[in-house]
Nanobody, 130 residues
């Protein structure tokens, strides 16, 4: 059974930083060799879920939405079962519930759309105050 567990959310002032973690379980070593793409999304109240970034287990390549490029950095742990999102210079408009999502059997996701992913976690709340 595939499970994703996010952590690291909280409250921060504008200009501050947070690091989100996503622990992924349920995939085999073979799945990681073929390619698992783990992404971060967020959803603010009254808005659609927005794709932020993703990383490939196949070659470590990354993809970012323009809205977070240069401020957010995605990385995976040495075991590839953990994926992190480092968020710097945060803004009040970054306030949202952040979700980790994953798809497998592919080397990269070009369009950060939710329908490209198969599994997701429960989310973690991030609040940025001005």
């Amino acid at each position: 059974e595939v499970q994703l567990v996010e952590s690291g959310g909280g409250s921060v002032q504008a200009g501050g930083s947070l690091r989100l973690s996503c622990l992924v379980s349920g995939f085999t070593d073979y799945d990681y060799t073929k390619g698992i793409v783990t992404g971060w999304f967020r959803q603010a109240p009254g808005k659609e879920r927005e794709g932020l970034s993703c990383i490939s287990s196949y070659d470590g390549s990354t993809n970012y939405a323009d809205s977070v490029k240069g401020r957010f950095t995605i990385a995976s742990g040495s075991a590839k079962t953990a994926v992190y999102l480092q968020m710097n210079n945060m803004k009040p408009e970054d306030t949202a519930v952040y979700y980790c999502e994953v798809t497998y059997g592919t080397q990269m996701v070009v369009e950060l759309e939710e329908n490209e992913f198969d599994y997701w976690g429960q989310g973690t709340q991030v609040t940025v105050s001005s």
